[in-house]
Nanobody, 124 residues
Framework: HVQLVESGGGSVQAGDNLRLSCKVEHWTYSDTCIAWFRQAPGKEREGVAAIDSDGNTKYADFVKGRFTVSKDNAKNTLYLQMNSLKPEDTAMYFC???????????????????WGQGTQVTVS
């Protein structure tokens, strides 16, 4: 069955950089949308960035210019490079995958069928 495993979280200082990884296992679909979400304590989950099978990306306004989503198809791994981190970036970060998005690839949680367990990012 499909599994998504995040890694790379940690505690950093404001202004630091961090790269998250999401290993996607047993994924057999050719048309894919994979995304990053985050959820801070007491807040709703929000979409951060998404990337489709062709490498097209979408970002939430609050991370544009600071975060970059990418993927390595050979490794079945999704990445989120986070630069210039701020305390408000503190959250649990999740990756999620959707099969057959039909050209609609946005980090909107209701569309995603498969989720990882999350990795904590704390910025102080």
């Amino acid at each position: 069955h499909v599994q998504l495993v995040e890694s790379g979280g940690g505690s950093v200082q404001a202004g630091d950089n961090l790269r998250l990884s999401c290993k996607v296992e047993h994924w057999t679909y050719s048309d894919t949308c994979i995304a990053w979400f985050r959820q801070a304590p007491g807040k709703e989950r929000e979409g951060v960035a998404a990337i489709d099978s062709d490498g097209n990306t979408k970002y939430a306004d609050f991370v544009k210019g600071r975060f970059t989503v990418s993927k390595d198809n050979a490794k079945n791994t999704l990445y989120l490079q986070m630069n210039s981190l701020k305390p408000e970036d503190t959250a649990m970060y999740f990756c999620a995958a959707e099969a057959y998005p039909g050209g609609f690839c946005y980090a909107i949680s209701v569309y995603f069928d498969y989720w990882g367990q999350g990795t904590q990012v704390t910025v102080s």
